[in-house]
């Protein structure tokens, strides 16, 4: 990368950052920051080049400010998006409109959301709801319903989501709104299996299914075959797996829908994998990758297709082409801000490095604990981590270390109450001891 003004060296995003305080009001600044970072040519070409991680990419403050007026227009934007959904709310409170002003707060909620700020929006679907509840008509408490549930899933509040989507299903099925009970069966499912509770999960996609085959919803049916098939996965139960699998895939071809296809073939990438099918894997995540492509853009999906190649690669012994697919994911994960995405990716940086012997391979795991700190809302992520850390640890030899990055996931998940990943952290700890 050239220097900038004067010659000068570009400022390095890990010392660009520590200049910048830890306030929720400057999140913009610091997406910005790091979408604009570039690696050094000079090192990208040196023999640290393969070690490069975000932190180690720079920054030129000229181009920072050029990219301020688009970025100060923007949020001034989306202010007045807010301020205009509040004066929407005020008049219709004015009209007497409840059902209005609920609207108009859930569509604040929901601006809110597609930017990121996820506890902001949780507050305006608390309000909202707070409007809604008195009313007659109860399809905006059914909405708001809806929405808090999302955000509470996003943040990892499982519990909270079961309860707005248990809430928002008894007024579905009062009104008789199947579309609705739907959708709540289906998020239901998925805050059970995201407490692997698997047989709440399993009653949950199985309810859902039945009112979808009932309502003829060909994508309703296709997304909840996907989710038990996800499920049986997680239980060890391929060849149930890939029975519903099947059945998603020819619904959602039936209706065309390009992002649910990228979905369901990214799942049956993973079964592929998993069987043993390694070349029916591959060609199955290329064609998910080609499908995400035609549907709008979901960085966050492709991303996840590339990470489970890569780990495919990985496992078949494929580390050029693994590392290759790490470095395209880890483009789009840094042009996006997708932090929990690049925390997955430096994580297997690591482990790549690792099934290598190659010990500077710490580097990755350790930009992957930095950047997972600044995800408070999932200490669950940074506990991946550590196990990751741990294992590649105890392959180098460095036994007391790798015990102390086990012993502090084991921590976190006991925490979290999280009984699946404590028996694999004590499994692996076990055979340490051995």
Known sequence: ??????????????????????????????ALLVSISRPDERTMWSSSG??????????????LRRHLPPLLHSIAGHMRGLYDAYAEALECQQRSDGAGAAAALVKAG?????????AQALTWYETALAIAEGLQD????????????????????????????????????????????IIACDRLGDAALAQSEWAGAEAWYGRGLRLAEGARDARGIGRLERSL?????????????????????????????????????????????????HSAAYATYREALAWAQRAPRDAGLEVSIRLNLAELQLETGRFLEAEAELR??????????????????????????????????????EQAIELSRALERSPA?????????????????????????????????????????VERVESELQRMSA
Do not use: W
């Open 50 to 63: 393969p070690y490069l991680t975000l932190g180690k990419r720079g920054v030129q403050p000229e181009e």
């Open 1 to 30: 990368m050239s220097g900038g003004a004067g010659g000068l060296a570009p400022v390095r995003v890990e010392r660009a950052l520590g200049l910048l305080p830890d306030l929720e009001v400057l999140n913009p600044l610091r």
């Open 381 to 421: 992520i940074s506990a991946r981590v550590y196990v990751e850390y741990g294992l590649f640890k105890n392959q180098l030899g460095q036994h007391e270390e790798a015990r102390g990055y086990l012993e502090r996931a084991r921590e976190i998940f006991e925490s979290l109450g999280e009984a699946p990943d």
């Open 328 to 365: 395209r994911a880890e483009q789009v994960a840094i042009a996006e801000n997708l932090t929990s995405r690049l925390v997955q990716i430096y994580t297997l940086m690591g482990k790549l490095r690792g099934q290598q012997l190659d010990d500077t391979g710490f580097v990755f795991f």
């Open 229 to 277: 098939a996800m499920l049986a996965r997680k239980q060890g139960d391929l060849t149930t797996a890939d029975i519903h699998l099947r059945r998603a895939r020819a619904l959602v071809e039936s209706v065309g829908a390009a992002d649910a296809m990228a979905q369901v073939l990214n799942g049956q990438g993973q079964l592929d994998a998993q069987l043993g099918r």
């Open 138 to 181: 109860r399809r905006p408490e059914l909405g708001a319903l809806r929405s808090l549930g999302e955000v509470c899933l996003a943040l990892g509040r499982y519990t909270e989501a079961a309860r707005h989507f248990q809430r928002s299903l008894a007024i579905s099925e009062a009104e008789f709104d199947q579309a609705s009970a």
């Open 110 to 118: 929901r601006s809110e959301e597609k930017v990121g700020r996820l």
